[in-house]
């Protein structure tokens, strides 16, 4: 069974971390695109790191160097490392993976387009 199944969220105060994992179980994900998305109740899915096959990464301009996307070797964990949190990146976050041209073209899908795979999510909240 194919399943990417996230871990790490909780509670954390402004200005501290917090590491999200993706693990991918069941399919070989190397030739895939994998991103991390977040979604508030009430709001649309937004985009929030994304990495290609090649290792080339994207960020929202909200995030950036403040979070870092990274997998293992394997392609086997995906990871968000979070840094300097803020309360508005309150929200579920969720992994996917498929196929894409590019880092800008999965990080930027349309809210309502579906992912080839997806997660349950985990969600993280941040206290000010």
């Known amino acids: 069974q194919v399943q990417l199944v996230e871990s790490g969220g909780g509670s954390v105060q402004a200005g501290g971390s917090v590491r999200l994992s993706c693990a991918a179980h069941?399919?070989?994900?190397?030739?895939?695109?994998m991103g991390w998305f977040r979604q508030v109740p009430g709001k649309e899915r937004e985009g929030v790191a994304a990495?290609?096959?090649?290792?080339?990464?994207n960020y929202a301009d909200s995030v950036k160097g403040r979070f870092t996307i990274s997998q293992d070797n394997g392609k086997i964990t995906l990871y968000l490392q979070m840094n300097s949190l803020k309360s508005e990146d309150t929200g579920m976050y969720y992994c996917?993976?498929?196929?894409?041209?590019?880092?800008?073209?999965?990080?930027?899908?349309?809210?309502?387009?579906?992912?080839?795979?997806w997660g349950q999510g985990t969600q993280v909240t941040v206290s000010s």
């Open positions: 990495v290609d096959s090649r290792g080339d990464t």
């Open positions: 069941g399919y070989d994900f190397r030739g895939f695109c």
């Open positions: 996917a993976a498929d196929y894409c041209d590019t880092t800008t073209s999965i990080l930027y899908r349309p809210p309502r387009t579906p992912f080839r795979f």
